[in-house]
Each structure stands twice: as structure tokens, then as C-alpha cells.
């Protein structure tokens, strides 16, 4: 017989949040340097109820600028992979940037090219991110110029 399903829990961040999120982030090499407790309310935080003992699972980040929005630091906790924490992460972040009027999202990465692309994210040149994505510390300094710019058109 399988086991059913865990209940995923999405929340918006919260300055006790950071810790947790920073420690995830860390671990998979993602860059924390421009982040800290403030910026946790641009989170969305997966959780297991059940997992006290680990009480992040997943999280990603949007910064929003307009109409245009960086998605950044999606990361899934090696306990949760393979449960579609990722899949629910980024779509919900892509309500809630629909929601505040986004209607680009971008991201750089340097190893999730076909993860995104599986998502509706194109690869674009580095040259036609806007000029809000270019001043972000993830576009300037904190990835490197090896990584992929992808961008998404949201639908209202």
C-alpha cells in the first residue's frame, strides 16, 4: 500500500525564517550575501507540518521591480526532492507576482537551465534584462557572468 501524500504547507517569510532559509540556501551554494531577516518577507516558505526537526523544506524568493520580477534562490530540502515542493514553489510564486502586476520573471542560474525550461522559462541573452534586473547584487556580482539569464512572460 502507498503512503499518502504529506501536506505541504506555503507561507509567506517571516524574519524567524532566516536561520533556517539561510542555512538551505548555504548548502546549496546559493548566495546569501544580500540577504538577511528584512528580506524574508519576499519568501515563500514550504513546510511539513510534520518535520519539526527540519521546518524549511523549500523556499524561493521574488524581487519585484514594476512589472518586472527576479526569482531567485529556489531550493528544496534532499529530504523533500522528488515530492514536487519545487513545482509548487514556483508556482506559486508566479501567482503572487501576477498578483502584484509582474509580468516578467527572470532568474539567472547556472545549473537549473532545464528545470526552468520545463517550467515555461526561456534562456535569453544577458543583454535584454532590463535595467532593474541588471542593478539587482545577484545580476552584478553575486552570480557569475557564466550564468543563465531566463526570462518568463506571465499572462494576466
Partial sequence: MTKPAE???????????????????????LPVDDLDQASMAG?????????RAEP?????GLQSFDEVGLLRSLVVAKSARS???GSKLVQAVERIANAAGIRQLWLLTT????????RGFRAVSRELAPTAIRQTAEFTSLCPASAILMLKTLRP
Fill in 83 to 85: 515530492a514536487g515542493c
Fill in 56 to 60: 524549511v523544506s523549500g523556499v524561493i
Fill in 7 to 29: 501536506t505541504l504547507v506555503l507561507r509567506q517569510g517571516r524574519p524567524d525564517d532566516w536561520a533556517a532559509v539561510g542555512a538551505l540556501l548555504a548548502d546549496a551554494g
Fill in 43 to 51: 519568501f515563500t516558505i514550504a513546510t511539513r507540518p510534520s518535520m
Fill in 111 to 118: 545549473d537549473a537551465r532545464g528545470y526552468f525550461e520545463n
